[in-house]
């Protein structure tokens, strides 16, 4: 059973550090953008 | 950015712990009580982004504020999202726990139904042309919608014979493993706090689109966005 929730696990953590990543990522892409916006507005 | 940081090693923490602090709860098939430290959060989750959603169309319906209506539509998107999510796991455990992926049980149902209601939502407002009227009809919508929420979340399942597992897994209730609680709890911070940090960036990107419209203006000093000029 042991292996079986390490599998469990595992398929958790690959999820969650698959969303972090994209939500790191958006986030960044979206304060380029953000900054790209005001730089436009001055 | 710390907070991001900090949030991503919680619930980091939060998902080995669930699996190899806290025991498995007595009377479930194998390990499937585990299913607690993710289906519950997602479900209060999707609560709490129906509340919102509906608070925000308050505050539009009175203010007619655009800030408002995106907040009150990303809520709903997010409450969707994650009444999904709940509506997955839930049917990964009823597999385990009671052999079939769904049983048309009382809460199976009434998940459906809120599915369909906030559904529908999202189907009002691509339907409504006029911005204008498309946000004054989805914010009569929300708040006619989250009406159903405390019945269909909270009533129908308690009224009628379920095979949902309550007394043993209900942290209301005395009888709850102390490291269980703890684990629990901290699930429900972090993904209170996921679902903060997703809902902000719906509103930024809600924000951008906005902005790329001719003609919205902003108001410089209060920072808020005003109605399209």
Known sequence: MKEGLNFVLGVNLIIWFGLAFYLFFLDRKIKKLEEAFTDKRK | ?229
């Open chain 2, 1 to 229: 950015m710390i907070v991001k940081v900090l949030l991503s090693i919680w619930m980091t923490a939060i998902i080995v712990a669930a699996f190899f602090y806290a025991d498995a709860a007595v009377g479930f098939p194998g390990e499937t009580s585990r299913i607690l430290f993710f289906h519950v959060p997602q479900a209060w989750v999707a609560t709490l982004s129906f509340l919102l959603s509906m608070i925000a169309s308050c505050i539009y319906l009175a203010r007619r504020n655009l800030k408002a209506d995106n907040l009150a539509l990303s809520a709903a998107e997010l409450g969707l999202l994650f009444c999904l999510l709940a509506t997955a796991s839930g049917s990964i455990f009823a597999k385990a726990a009671w052999g079939s992926f769904w049983n048309w049980d009382p809460r199976e149902t009434s998940i459906v139904i809120l599915l369909m209601i906030y559904g529908a939502y999202f189907a009002l407002r691509s339907a409504v042309g006029d911005p204008d009227k498309r946000r004054v009809f989805a914010a009569v919508y929300s708040i006619l919608a989250f009406a159903t929420v405390p019945f269909l979340v909270f009533v129908v399942p308690r009224i009628t014979a379920s095979l949902h597992p309550e007394d043993t897994m209900n942290p209301a209730k005395p009888g709850m493993d102390p490291k269980t609680l703890k684990v629990f709890l901290g699930s429900l911070i972090a993904y209170t706090g996921l679902f903060v940090w997703m809902l902000k960036l719906r509103l930024r990107l809600l924000k951008l689109e906005h902005l790329r419209e001719p003609g919205y203006i902003i108001n410089e000093k209060t920072n808020l966005e005003g109605e399209k000029g």
